[in-house]
């Protein structure tokens, strides 16, 4: 249960981003019957798997790239309330709610795993 503390919340959404990734290549490869761009998607997903594992066995280093993961994902999110199209179409009257949410957790996620983990305590 330790795993599942606010001090690895950010593993495990970049965690879940991997998986994605991996289901992405499948869904690429097995229907889309391409071969080439798999392979891109794999070395992302390889990436964003070795960046939650090390932030699982709080690998400093590791946790500092899924903080400035978790800092620059909570930027669009804030961005996009102002000047997203798509997104806006796409949820219609629903937007501002979901994405001011969305955003709320994100930066609520991100304090919290930098506070917990200490990565800018200061001596």
């Known amino acids: 249960m330790k795993k599942l503390a606010l001090q690895h919340g950010l ?3 970049i965690a879940t981003f991997a998986a994605i990734a991996i289901l992405a290549v499948l869904q690429t490869f097995i229907i889309g019957k391409h071969f080439i ?3 891109i998607i794999l070395i992302i997903a ?3 798997g070795n960046l939650a594992w090390y932030g699982f066995k709080q690998v400093k280093w590791a ?3 899924n903080f400035w993961c978790g800092f620059l994902l909570t930027n669009h999110c804030f961005y996009a309330l102002f000047w997203a199209k798509k ?3 796409i949820l219609g009257s629903a937007f501002e709610p979901v994405a001011v949410v969305v955003t709320l957790l994100l930066f609520t996620l991100t304090w919290f795993y930098a506070s917990k983990n200490q990565l800018f305590k200061r001596n």
Do not use: G, N, S
């Open 37 to 39: 761009i798999p392979t």
């Open 63 to 65: 946790q500092y790239l």
């Open 87 to 89: 997104y806006r179409e």
């Open 46 to 48: 390889v990436f964003l």
């Open 11 to 13: 593993d495990w959404l």
